[in-house]
Each structure stands twice: as C-alpha cells, then as structure tokens.
C-alpha cells in the first residue's frame, strides 16, 4: 500500500510544477528511446531475412541494428523509465521528500544524453564486442555515473522515511536502482577471457532483461494495483515470497543460455535449479495482483493503467514460465543457442516491459502533471503491443525449437555449406515475426502519444502534491 494511505501524509488538491519535475522528465525522455529501439527491432528483423537489403549503408546492418535496439530499450527506455517511475513512487512510499530533485533532474539529463551518445556512436561502427556492452568507454564511464545517481536518491529519500513500514513495492523499487548500476559494471569489467567472457556476458544480459526489467516493472505494478482499485495488498508475505525469488534466482538463472555450450557441469546444474524460481516469482506476483484486484475487475477493464499492467504481467509470466523450462538440460540441449532466448528477449521488450512500464506512467504523469489521461489511441495501442510483442516472441520460440529439434535428429546440418537447409525451415516464421514486430511498434508508437497527449493537452485537473504532516499535527 502506498505511503498515502497510512495516515502520515495526505494528498492536496494544489498545483505543482517542481516536486515531481526530474520524475515527469525521466518518463518523457524514456518514451523516445521505446519508439527507436522498437524501430531498430523491425529494421533488425528485415535483415534476418533479406541480408542484402540496404548493404550499402554499414548502419543498416543486424549487428548494429540489435545492438541500438537493446540498449535503445534496456539503457535508454528501460533506465530512464525506472527511475522517473522511482522518482515518483520513493517519496510517497516513504513519506520523505525526493533527496537532491536539482541533482536528479540533472543525472535524468546526463542519462539522457550519455545514452544517445552510445546509440550514436554504435550507428558509427564506435563499439565493444559483448552484449549490451557496446558503447565506447568514456559512454560507459559517463552511464555508469547517471546509473548511481538515482540510486545515491532514493536510498537517501528511503533514510529519510517517515513511514515506519518499508513496502514491498519500495523494496522493489531499491533493488532495481541499485541493480542497474551493479549489472553494468559486473558486465563491463576487462580482464575475461574465452568462456569467461561469455558467462559474463550472459550474467548481465540475463540478469538485465531476466531480473532487472521485471524487478522494476513488478514494482510499479505493486505500486499502481493497490493505489488505482484502492484495495489492500493481498497478501504481503506472498509478495516477500515472489521478490525474494526472483532476487535470489534471477540472475543465477542466466548461465542456462549457454547451458548446451562449453560450460562446467556444475555450472549448468546450479543454472537447472535456479531457473525454476523463474516461474515461483512469476506465479506468486500475478496471484497476489490478481487477489488484490479481486472484485475490482469492472474497474479494471474501464482503466487504461490497469489494462497495460495486467497485459505485461500475463506476459512477464508465459516468459517466465519457458525461461524455466529452457533451463532443464534435455530442452537447452534441443533450443540452447537457437532463435529461443532471442523470442523471449523480444518479447520482454517489445511486449512487457513496455506494457508494464508505460501502464505505470499512465497512472503517475496524470497525477502529477494535473492533466486527465488522453486515452483515445489507448485501447489499439495496447492491443497491438500485446499481440505483436508476444507473437513476435513466440515465433522466433518456435523458430528455434523447429532449429533445435532438426539439429538433434539430424535432419539438417548447423554448419557447412549446407547450412543453408537449416535457414529454409525457419524462413516463414522470420517474415511473420517482422510483421508482427511491425504491429508491436505501432503500438508502443500509439501508448507514447497516449502520454504525450495527456502531458501536452489534457484536460487541467488537480494534481497529486505529497504533503509531510508531522507528529504533531496527527
């Protein structure tokens, strides 16, 4: 339950222009970077299909148009979102006001621009070799430092509580800053070589799009549920069991991607066991929401935050759910290394973590912007992301169990000139798969003018000011 209920602080109708400030800039700015990494997504999946299209313009080529794709939506979507959305949720949890709003207004700026600068400079050809690793090391030393900033933010804010009880949705809300920073200097880090390298790779591509996108996107939806049904947490200890999980097994889970690969026995076994608290965390998070809505189901349907959340968390767990399966060693064995991983990353962000993310914003800039949600394009916009992210997923799941399946029997070869035989069984699902992508970012398109709109033209209304009652006063 948020901070607002408990009786330490109470909502205003009075207008204001900088409490939330750097909270309202961090969620616009994020909403240019998921329409380019959307954009780039298509423009990759193209090339899967016709490699010889635009190879004259090195720009256009799948390598760097995944590599803008990913960082577009794991740094620039996926960073700024978070942290505009822990912007807004820290000081009503906690009852404090938001710690140094000059300083997180200005690391919002600095994000901002490192980020460009990276997407800017892989477009170039001016990158590192690793996974969401690309961008030059002055980038990354200037991102690393507008990932800490928030964190440094909210745990002051946190210290500075005037609640007594710490929220599950803040415990949420700590970890996903602090994890951000954490997983790209554990990602970055020189020094690995061969196998290493990759398992270090895996960890933070794992860890970010595994743990950390639902980790801050379970919060919101932590935050929004109860606030926007105004109902009571279900049941809290069902939601310390569903954190926990996801924390202790999410990025462990990770190795399974190279599970089929050169990987230690050990190594693959503890991946196994790990990878099924995958599904523990998912599962206890959708029926702890589920039974807080309980009742509430009318009101959900009529609104639109609570649509877009409910639509990512019933993807977050079908994504869960394979992520688990694929960490058994007979399925990593037939879909290790294939299209699988790739459908479940596409389909966690351009289906997901949109949905989930940008729902939570639909809850919080109408409140703190004093504007009422221009919801017009909203009922397509989310239709489209949730079909075409989820369809886009699923196709390249099936693409890579068909690839898997005909490795293992050995009906085509994975290698030599007759390689080509193994691309001819997936052709069809790649060209569905852009057209399903295409669907997806028309939609992420539709729910970003949702919130421009709203932020730009909606009807004035009053907007939610936090403000602190002392001992005293109660």
Same mark, same amino acid.
């Given at each position: 339950?948020?901070?607002?209920? %408990?009786?330490?602080?109470?909502?205003?109708?009075?207008? %204001?222009?900088?409490?939330?400030?750097?909270?309202?800039?961090a969620?616009?700015?994020s909403?240019?970077?998921?329409?380019?990494?959307?954009?780039?997504?298509?423009?990759?999946l193209?090339?899967?299909?016709?490699?010889?299209?635009?190879? @004259?313009?090195?720009?256009?080529?799948?390598g760097?148009?995944?590599?803008i794709?990913?960082?577009?939506?794991?740094?620039?979507?996926?960073?700024?979102?978070? @942290?505009? #959305?822990?912007?807004?949720?820290?000081?009503?949890?906690?009852?404090?006001?938001?710690?140094?709003?000059r =300083?997180?207004?200005?690391?919002?700026?600095?994000? @901002?621009?490192?980020v460009?600068?990276?997407?800017?400079?892989?477009?170039?050809?001016?990158?590192?070799p690793?996974?969401?690793?690309?961008?030059?090391?002055?980038?990354?030393?200037?991102l690393?430092s507008?990932?800490?900033?928030?964190?440094?933010?909210?745990?002051?804010?946190?210290?500075?509580?005037?609640?007594?009880?710490?929220?599950?949705?803040l415990?949420?809300?700590?970890?996903?800053?602090?994890?951000?920073?954490?997983?790209?200097?554990?990602g970055n880090?020189?020094?690995?070589?061969?196998?290493?390298?990759?398992?270090?790779?895996?960890?933070?591509?794992?860890?970010?799009?595994?743990?950390?996108?639902?980790?801050?996107?379970?919060? +919101?939806?932590?935050?929004?549920?109860?606030?926007a049904?105004?109902?009571? =947490?279900?049941?809290?200890?069902?939601?310390? +069991?569903?954190?926990?999980?996801?924390?202790?097994?999410?990025?462990?889970?990770s190795?399974?991607?190279?599970g089929?690969?050169?990987?230690?026995d050990?190594?693959?076994?503890?991946?196994?066991?790990?990878s099924?608290?995958?599904?523990?965390?998912?599962?206890a998070?959708?029926?702890? #929401?589920?039974?807080?809505?309980?009742?509430?189901?009318?009101?959900?349907?009529? %609104?639109?935050?609570?649509?877009m959340?409910?639509?990512?968390?019933?993807?977050?767990v079908?994504?869960?759910?394979?992520?688990?399966?694929?960490?058994?060693?007979?399925?990593?064995? $037939?879909?290790?290394?294939? %299209?699988?991983?790739?459908?479940?990353i596409?389909?966690?962000?351009?289906?997901?973590a949109?949905?989930? #993310?940008?729902?939570?914003?639909?809850?919080?800039?109408?409140?703190?912007a004093?504007?009422? =949600?221009?919801?017009?394009?909203a009922?397509?916009g989310i239709s489209a992301t949730?079909?075409?992210?989820?369809?886009?997923?699923?196709?390249?799941?099936?693409?890579?169990?068909?690839?898997?399946l005909?490795?293992?029997?050995?009906?085509?070869?994975?290698?030599g000139?007759?390689?080509?035989r193994?691309?001819?069984?997936?052709?069809?699902?790649?060209?569905?798969?852009?057209?399903s992508? #295409?669907?997806?970012?028309?939609?992420?398109?539709?729910?970003?003018?949702?919130?421009?709109?709203?932020?730009?033209s909606?009807?004035?209304?009053?907007?939610?000011?936090? $403000?602190?009652?002392?001992?005293?006063?109660?």
């Amino acid at each position: 339950m948020a901070a607002a209920n %408990s009786g330490r602080n109470v909502l205003t109708g009075v207008l %204001s222009t900088n409490a939330d400030s750097a909270a309202r800039r961090a969620m616009l700015a994020s909403l240019v970077f998921a329409v380019i990494g959307a954009a780039a997504t298509v423009l990759m999946l193209i090339k899967v299909s016709v490699p010889g299209l635009f190879d @004259t313009a090195s720009i256009a080529g799948y390598g760097r148009m995944r590599a803008i794709a990913l960082n577009s939506f794991v740094y620039g979507f996926g960073g700024l979102a978070s @942290t505009g #959305l822990a912007y807004y949720m820290t000081p009503r949890l906690a009852g404090a006001a938001l710690a140094r709003q000059r =300083l997180a207004n200005l690391g919002a700026a600095g994000h @901002t621009f490192v980020v460009t600068i990276g997407l800017a400079s892989i477009a170039l050809g001016i990158t590192d070799p690793l996974e969401l690793a690309e961008f030059p090391l002055l980038v990354d030393l200037g991102l690393f430092s507008s990932m800490v900033i928030p964190a440094l933010i909210v745990t002051a804010t946190v210290r500075a509580r005037t609640e007594r009880t710490i929220y599950v949705s803040l415990w949420y809300v700590l970890a996903g800053v602090w994890w951000l920073p954490a997983l790209y200097f554990v990602g970055n880090v020189p020094g690995t070589t061969g196998l290493g390298t990759q398992l270090q790779s895996s960890f933070m591509v794992g860890g970010l799009i595994g743990a950390w996108l639902p980790m801050v996107g379970i919060g +919101a939806a932590y935050y929004v549920i109860p606030r926007a049904t105004d109902r009571a =947490l279900f049941s809290r200890p069902l939601a310390q +069991a569903g954190f926990w999980s996801l924390a202790g097994t999410g990025l462990f889970a990770s190795v399974t991607r190279y599970g089929s690969g050169a990987a230690p026995d050990w190594l693959e076994t503890t991946g196994t066991v790990f990878s099924l608290g995958l599904i523990v965390a998912a599962v206890a998070t959708l029926a702890n #929401l589920a039974g807080t809505a309980n009742g509430a189901y009318g009101e959900i349907r009529e %609104s639109t935050p609570l649509r877009m959340i409910g639509g990512g968390l019933v993807v977050y767990v079908a994504i869960a759910a394979l992520l688990s399966v694929q960490g058994f060693r007979s399925i990593d064995a $037939v879909v290790g290394l294939t %299209s699988w991983y790739e459908g479940l990353i596409l389909a966690t962000v351009l289906a997901a973590a949109p949905l989930l #993310l940008i729902g939570a914003m639909a809850y919080a800039l109408p409140q703190i912007a004093g504007r009422r =949600l221009v919801d017009g394009l909203a009922k397509r916009g989310i239709s489209a992301t949730l079909w075409g992210g989820s369809v886009t997923g699923l196709l390249l799941v099936i693409s890579g169990l068909v690839t898997g399946l005909g490795w293992n029997t050995g009906a085509v070869p994975n290698s030599g000139e007759e390689y080509v035989r193994t691309t001819g069984l997936i052709d069809t699902y790649q060209l569905l798969a852009i057209l399903s992508a #295409l669907v997806a970012a028309a939609g992420i398109a539709m729910l970003t003018l949702v919130i421009l709109r709203t932020y730009t033209s909606g009807e004035a209304i009053a907007s939610e000011v936090l $403000v602190w009652v002392g001992e005293d006063d109660e």
